[in-house]
């Protein structure tokens, strides 16, 4: 195995916890549509996924005229509101600032909309960190985390044996498989380490604190 070098990072249930904005938003664009929403405990499990597929099943249907709608309703919420309704995890600083001062080079890798992802980034000081954040695009480009890194690890020439992916949901997991990157899932966010096994995830760890030494013994594998 070759040394880590790069590490991508998702957002939402990773560095922060969005429950209050997305499921917020969710609920104000399902109302805008005069549909059913489900309580705020049964939501959790739209967090990670993109939000078309989200929409379609909320909706119980992939017709694109309802699904844009319903996204554009959530972003009219989203963009000036939602995105401040969130609370970074305690440690991520510290875990970021560690990995930094070993040399890694960090990404954001996120199926939230990538001007939405900088601003939260920034909002919570955490942009120094970054070499990139990088997400989805408004007409649904990079919805799929699979497309997504194969974009990034070819804009920035970063080798797969040499690129780690940390996030929460099986998302991750099968977006870094498909890429040929190994991959770290936290338990912390929204998905369990059942979930994240079962996907193939390469370690699991349960903390902030704990993925810098995983990726250390990523690095030293």
Do not use: Q
Request: with cysteine; proline share 5%.
């Amino acid at each position: 195995m070759s040394k880590i070098k790069n590490v991508l990072f998702d957002l939402d249930g990773t560095l922060t916890d969005p429950f209050d904005g997305i499921t917020n938003c969710l609920r104000y664009a399902l109302e805008k549509l005069g549909r059913p929403c489900p309580a705020s405990s049964e939501l959790s499990i739209y967090i990670g996924p993109p939000l078309r597929e989200n929409f379609a099943a909320l909706l119980g249907s992939d017709e694109p005229e309802v699904v844009e709608r319903a996204v554009s309703l959530y972003r009219e919420r989203f963009s000036g509101l939602g995105l401040y309704e969130n609370a970074i995890y305690p440690g991520v600083p510290s875990m970021l600032a560690d990995l930094r001062r070993a040399s890694y080079n960090l990404f954001v890798a996120t199926s939230k909309m990538r001007a939405f992802a900088e601003k939260i980034v920034e909002h919570f000081g955490l942009g120094s960190y970054f070499v990139e954040v990088c997400g989805a695009e408004p007409d649904g480009r990079f919805d799929d985390k699979g497309e997504l890194l194969r974009d990034l690890l070819k804009r920035r020439a970063l080798l797969p044996t040499e690129t780690l992916m940390v996030g929460d949901r099986k998302h991750d997991v099968w977006a870094a498989k498909r890429n040929g990157v190994r991959s770290l899932g936290v338990t912390y966010g929204y998905g369990s380490a059942e979930e994240l096994r079962e996907a193939g995830a390469d370690g699991v760890c349960d903390s902030p604190s704990s993925v810098v030494g995983a990726v250390r013994d990523f690095s030293a594998a």
